[in-house]
């Protein structure tokens, strides 16, 4: 089962543009995590924001959160076409400790 | 920097072979999980490893798939028979402790197709 449902599922842009991805959950969560995914390898885990948090910096990257809508959003700034990779939000909370990622978003960044 | 390493890479079996995929984790990490991911799916958790101990293995299709972590260090994951749905990603990954707020860290995964 899937917690977390990312929007849009795919994503296209120019190179030097912000690109913007959402995860909704359903349910009360301790912490939302977000990985990176480059074509046929693993995931790489990009930054945690905890449930008491509501938005978080590392580099280019910055994460919200908004535990009363149960919604999480990731923003990546001035793009390259180095961050063209799946993006996956993941949840723990509905299942103990059990980290449940969403189904990803797409992006892809054109030179 | 520490990886987790998987082998193999790619796996071509028939229907009905036994595969295992094999991980090992990151040193000092006494979690290890094994995800499946379907092609344009995120991961989904088949099996949690705390040391030797199964913690989770709820999504695991015990009627084919089994796993072991004998020593508490690497971990071998097994189907038998194997059938054509089983086509996907295995990615292995561990965390040092598998508490609260842990990020985990993946192998490069076992690509796995069934014919």
């Known amino acids: 089962s899937q917690q977390g449902e990312e929007d849009p599922q795919a994503l296209s842009i120019q190179e030097g543009e912000n690109a913007t991805m959402n995860c909704s959950y359903k349910?009360?969560?301790?912490?939302l995590q977000w990985y990176r995914q480059n074509s046929g390898r693993g995931l790489v885990h990009l930054i945690l924001?905890?449930?008491?948090?509501r938005e978080k910096h590392s580099g280019r990257l910055r994460v919200t959160l908004d535990t009363s809508k149960k919604s999480s959003s990731l923003l990546i700034t001035a793009s390259r076409a180095a961050d063209t990779a799946s993006y996956f939000c993941?949840?723990?909370?509905?299942?103990?400790?059990?980290?449940?990622f969403g189904a990803g978003t797409i992006l892809r960044v054109k030179s | 920097e520490a990886e987790v390493a998987q082998s193999p890479r790619y796996k071509i079996t028939e229907k009905s072979q036994a595969v295992a995929f094999w991980c090992d984790p990151i040193?000092?990490?006494?979690?290890l999980y094994w995800y499946r991911q379907i092609l344009g799916q995120g991961p989904e958790l088949l099996v949690q490893?705390?040391?030797?101990?199964?913690?989770?293995d709820s999504q695991l299709p015990k009627d084919r798939f089994s796993a072991e972590r004998l020593k508490g260090v690497d971990s071998t994951l097994k189907i038998q028979p194997a059938e054509l749905g089983d086509s996907a990603m295995y990615l292995c990954?561990?965390?040092?402790?598998?508490?609260?707020?842990?990020?985990?860290?993946f192998g490069s995964g076992t690509q796995l197709s069934v014919l």
């Open positions: 993941a949840t723990d909370g509905e299942y103990g400790n059990k980290l449940v």
């Open positions: 990954a561990s965390s040092l402790g598998g508490a609260k707020n842990e990020k985990l860290f």
């Open positions: 490893f705390q040391d030797e101990s199964v913690v989770d």
């Open positions: 349910t009360s969560i301790n912490n």
């Open positions: 040193s000092g990490h006494a979690t």
């Open positions: 924001i905890r449930s008491n948090e």
